[in-house]
């Protein structure tokens, strides 16, 4: 069988490549479609890869009687029915850590900018103002950086931040692993009050909603400068507003917004920031580079090919993730199937019916959701998804090739 994926968006040249030398059909489309144009083109495509303009809803998915997989070339999975495809057995891939190294380098590139006032002397030489001076600049070797949220991003600031010669100490939910001299601390507090630059790193929950206020920003050193390129609910932007006015705060650097214009080009940008001194501020665009676009690419297409050959659902957001090493001689089934009471009797009934010898077997649930790969020495893969298909318990079991 030869799969055929639409590629909707524009999506980078890398997944078309990727995806043909995989053997697979592609179908490029620059735009988004409508409900009712996606639901005619989806017909016979096995998957469809999206940015974030393609509204995959329920009735799309629902119509999609071929659709094996969503691939989400971007970080959110938003415009994807998430339900509706987990209750039609569809994968769903993204590529949420492709942009971390982009953020990144953006967060240790404005640290500097804040410590040496650059956006304003930028600024002032746009309007032939020259002020040649060394007040309030600083080099940050040897200063603090209290980085909120651990994870991706945030532990590769620590790393570029040390050989920059910054102290760096962090706080975290979890308890991390510190690269190099990296410290974790007790409480966001101690964070606060130790730092010189504070960079937030954490992802948009009930907990970290508004975060940063006014009381956190009091806590922060005097002179100290906050950075957010996380979520723009984070940071409370008024209460930050004033302590940049009040002089507690030396500067910022913000790339999101609680409210942030919903198109791309646009001319209303609102916020209490502006005309503030020594405040960076960019539209959203911590993790918008080339190589972040190109590794979506790469990541997103790869995982479908894996999904499609060899059964692997690495970097599915609504499957278990799961991978079993491809072995020439095997003949391989996937199942997906609810995850309830007795399913797995009535699958192992069917195999040893069909007197299949497992050599390898892998099955993982999440949720309302299991998936099962099974190797078997005999070419007995067809017969065992066809009557696994007729069960009520399975949304989907195929032979893979
Ligand atoms: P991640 O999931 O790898 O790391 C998040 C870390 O925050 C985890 O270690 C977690 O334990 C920690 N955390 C969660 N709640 C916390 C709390 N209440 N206090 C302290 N730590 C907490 O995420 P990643 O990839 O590092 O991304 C971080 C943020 O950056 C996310 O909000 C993401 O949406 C945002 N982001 C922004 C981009 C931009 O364009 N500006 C681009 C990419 C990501």
Redesign the pocket.
């Known amino acids: 069988m030869t799969f055929r994926v639409l590629l909707l968006e524009s999506i980078h040249e890398l997944a078309r490549i990727n995806l043909a030398a995989a053997g697979i059909e592609v179908e490029l489309m620059d735009g988004a479609l409508t409900e009712s144009e996606l639901a005619a083109r989806l017909k016979g495509v096995h998957a469809v890869g999206i940015r974030s303009k393609t509204q995959m809803t329920a009735a799309v998915i629902e119509a999609a009687d071929d659709l094996m997989a969503i691939g989400a070339f971007c970080?959110g999975t938003n415009q994807i029915d998430l339900d509706m495809a987990t209750e039609r057995g569809v994968a769903v891939f993204n590529a949420?850590?492709s942009?971390?190294r982009?953020?990144a380098e953006?967060v240790l590139s404005e640290i500097v900018m804040l410590s040496r006032g650059l956006a304003d002397r930028s600024r002032e030489m746009h309007v032939g103002q020259w002020r040649k001076s060394a007040k309030g600049a600083r080099e940050v070797r040897g200063k603090t950086l209290g980085i909120?949220?651990?994870?991706?991003?945030?532990h590769?600031i620590g790393i570029i931040a040390e050989s920059f010669g910054m102290r760096v100490v962090f706080?975290?939910?979890?308890s991390?692993l510190p690269i190099g001299n990296n410290t974790q601390l007790t409480s966001?507090e101690a964070v606060l009050r130790e730092s010189d630059f504070v960079t937030?790193?954490?992802?948009?929950?009930d907990?970290?909603h508004e975060?940063i206020g006014a009381n956190e920003i009091a806590q922060m050193k005097p002179g100290a400068a906050l950075l957010n390129?996380?979520?723009g609910t984070?940071v409370v932007i008024p209460a930050l507003a004033e302590a940049l006015k009040a002089g507690h705060l030396s500067g910022a650097a913000i790339?999101?917004f609680p409210v942030e214009p919903k198109k791309n080009i646009s001319d209303d940008f609102v916020s209490e920031l502006r005309g503030l001194d020594n405040v960076v501020m960019t539209p959203?665009?911590?993790?918008?580079t080339m190589e972040a676009q190109e590794n979506i690419g790469r990541e997103v297409s790869t995982a479908l090919a894996n999904y499609f050959h060899a059964g692997g659902t690495t970097g599915s957001v609504n499957f278990p993730e799961v991978e079993l090493p491809k072995v020439a001689s095997a003949h391989r089934i996937t199942n997906v199937h609810q995850n309830v009471p007795g399913v797995l009797s009535e699958l192992n009934r069917i195999v040893s019916e069909a007197e299949g010898n497992v050599t390898a077997q892998v099955l993982a649930t999440q949720g309302k959701l299991g998936y099962l790969l099974m190797d078997f020495d005999q070419a007995v893969a067809d017969d065992v998804a066809d009557k696994m298909n007729a069960l009520d318990t399975t949304l989907v079991a195929r032979a893979v090739r």
């Open positions: 970080i949420p850590f942009n971390t982009s953020v953006l909120i949220g651990y994870g991706h991003i945030g590769q706080h975290d939910i979890v991390k966001l937030l790193h954490v992802p948009a929950t907990q970290t975060m390129l996380s979520r984070v790339d999101v959203h665009i911590g993790g918008s």
